[in-house]
């Protein structure tokens, strides 16, 4: 199953939440995860998010990733550090 809430804030911004329920065991959640790539796989294409540096090819933690994601094909922010903790 896969949700998308936008609300709008009381700060006159606005939230984007996304929900995404996978039906799976633990062992193989972990290990789908682990590939950092398939974070391009589940993210909704709309949003056209892309990997493009990551520090090691298995997620762990101190893992930095640097992407692109775009909204309606603006850049919502040209490239974020993202460490795993």
């Not at 056209?48 to 692109?68: C, E, I, K, N, P």
Request: glycine share 4%; charged share 20%; aromatic share 12%.
């Amino acid at each position: 199953m896969f949700q998308v809430i936008i609300e709008r804030q009381s700060n006159a911004g606005w939230r984007l939440s996304c929900v995404q329920r996978v039906s799976l065991t633990p062992r193989k959640i972990f290990s789908f995860f682990a590939d950092v790539y398939n974070l391009e796989r589940i993210t909704p294409s709309f949003l056209y998010f892309r990997v493009l540096a990551v520090s090691a090819q298995s997620l762990s933690v101190g893992t930095t990733l640097d992407y692109r994601l775009r909204l309606h094909r603006v850049p919502v922010w040209p490239v974020i550090n993202g460490r795993v903790r």
